[in-house]
């Protein structure tokens, strides 16, 4: 049995690594390249973190595991109630112990640990009381690794700030995951780099010499402390495959569980659904949203429109514009989250509502209508279609679960997604004043998740330098299984056969 290493970039997109990989910044990247078969990688949709990286464990889609954002619909919305549907749907590394291999898996970003023939240590979500599994690895990890962080802390972080912390805990992986190297020996290594989404949510205006808005709010940065950021992603790489794989036979795969590209504008989806007579208030009451973000779309609107302005604003000047507006709308908020508004909300009358799921309209089903005639339902969804994709404002493309999705949990899913802009305007669920539209992203949050991702493998059992075939993220578990000539149960994935060198070892 060869070893097997995934490394997972959260968030990598070619979009911003091709030029990276060019410019000398990331040279195992770029040699990668030239020894393995590359190619975008298909992102399921929505495509977001935790459906991502499951899709990619399990080679299950969305549909199967009822999984299709961080949280699940709850008959009344709730708060943002974790999706846990299915997540006991055997993993990649499942099938390696089944044949009495050990495993390693390094920060997979979900809510619990999983049991593992090996280790596992949780990423974004998990607590830090119950973390790894064993359970006392955890006292390990404190002997090995000093204040080992699950998730980079970028609370009250400079620009520079964030890249030194990402740059701090990246380091902390690499030590704890040669460490396990040594001490568990795993045939199936899967390690997560978390900090790449972390950067390109924060700091897409200095990643993408695109962006078009101008740098509100952020400071400058050190540029080569930006470079050294990639740099350290891709050494660290390196130094893993080294000493994990170092001069014998194994395959290397790099993945990532969605793309990125810029936000540009914010869509208020429920106060769209509240003026279209979709969503009702008690009491008639217009909105209880934010007035903030009127104010602040005011102000910006006049930065904007004068070309002086918005051309000096924006890198010295424009953190202290930005603290100007804030200072002056201390008072009022931002927009009002749905879990504040909810509470005013009619939910004898309403008929649809966004919550708590990225850019997904729930039909409501307190609403004993749509509960009991499903020719009614579907008049609502084609209606609903209809006015949204036909917004003159604002490019809205709809999708209903039947579009997107093969499994027998659809029961699960939204009734409706929407993407806006092409994934430019951020869909928020939040409240603000009447506000549909805003001509910036929210929060300052200037980057964002996109469908293409990466896909790159190489090894004893892979074409070098083929670039031609197309791969979905459910394909990736059946692939590599059947590169180790592992039978496995039936997954909505394939193999991708296009890559492997010696087509034979292909068993499934
Ligand atoms: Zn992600």
Same mark, same amino acid.
């Given at each position: 049995m060869n070893n097997n290493l995934i490394f997972g970039l959260d968030g990598a997109t070619f979009r911003v690594l091709s030029k990276l990989m060019e410019k000398g910044i990331m040279p195992y990247m770029n040699n990668f390249k030239k020894d393995g078969a590359v190619s975008i990688l298909d992102a399921t949709f929505p495509p977001i973190t935790v459906p991502g990286w499951l899709c990619i464990a399990t080679g299950s889609d969305p549909g199967t595991l009822g999984?299709?954002?961080?949280g699940e619909y709850a008959p009344y919305p709730?708060?943002?109630?974790?999706?846990?549907?299915?997540?006991e749907k055997k993993k990649i590394w499942d099938y390696f112990s089944r044949l009495g291999y050990r495993s390693a898996v390094i920060?997979?970003?979900?809510?619990t640990t999983f049991r593992i023939n090996g280790v596992y240590i949780g990423g974004l979500l998990v607590t830090n009381e119950h973390y790894?599994?064993?359970? /006392?690895?955890k006292e390990e990890i404190k002997n090995i690794v000093?204040?080992? /962080?699950?998730e980079v802390d970028l609370k009250n972080a400079s620009v520079n700030d964030i890249l030194n912390r990402c740059i701090y805990t990246i380091k902390q992986k690499v030590d704890l995951t040669k460490y396990i190297i040594k001490k568990y020996d795993p045939k199936f290594l899967f390690v997560i780099f978390s900090e790449v989404d972390r950067i390109e949510h924060k700091l897409w205006p200095y990643i993408d010499p695109l962006y078009k808005l101008p740098k509100m709010g952020i400071e400058n940065i050190d540029h080569d402390l930006l470079n050294k950021f990639w740099n350290t992603i891709d050494s660290s790489m390196m130094e893993i495959e080294k000493s994990y794989i170092g001069n014998t036979d194994g395959n290397v795969f790099i993945v990532s569980d969605h793309g990125a590209g810029p936000i540009y504008r914010t869509f208020y989806i429920n106060e769209w659904l509240l003026k279209n007579g979709y969503l009702y208030m008690k009491n008639n009451a217009q909105s209880k949203g934010s007035t903030r973000i009127p104010l602040i779309q005011k102000i910006y609107a006049i930065v904007r429109k004068h070309p002086f302005l918005d051309k000096h604003l924006t890198i010295t000047k424009s953190k202290w514009l930005f603290d100007l507006i804030m200072k002056f709308t201390k008072n009022v908020g931002f927009e009002k989250k749905f879990e504040d508004v909810k509470e005013y909300i009619d939910w004898e009358k309403t008929i649809a509502y966004e919550f708590p799921i990225y850019g997904a309209i729930f039909l409501n089903k307190k609403n004993k209508r749509i509960m009991d005639d499903i020719s009614y339902k579907k008049e609502i969804i084609n209606k609903l279609r209809k006015e949204l994709e036909n917004m003159n404002e604002i490019k809205l493309k709809t999708y209903i679960p039947e579009e997107l999705y093969i499994g027998?949990?659809?029961?699960?899913?939204?009734?409706l997604f929407i993407v806006g802009d092409d994934f430019e305007a951020m869909i928020s669920s939040g409240f603000s004043d009447g506000k549909i539209i805003l001509d910036y992203p929210p929060k300052m949050l200037t980057g964002t998740h996109r469908m293409d991702g990466i896909f790159l493998a190489k090894g004893t059992s892979i074409i070098k330098n083929y670039h031609d075939f197309k791969i979905r993220m459910i394909d990736i578990a059946p692939t590599i299984l059947s590169l180790n000539g592992i039978v496995f149960d039936k997954m909505d994935g394939l193999p991708v056969r296009d890559i492997f060198y010696n087509k034979s070892k292909d068993i499934n």
């Open positions: 999984i299709f954002d961080f709730e708060l943002n109630k974790p999706a846990i549907h299915n997540v920060n997979f970003p979900y809510y790894t599994y064993p359970e /006392q690895f000093k204040d080992y /962080q699950t027998k949990n659809l029961d699960l899913s939204p009734d």
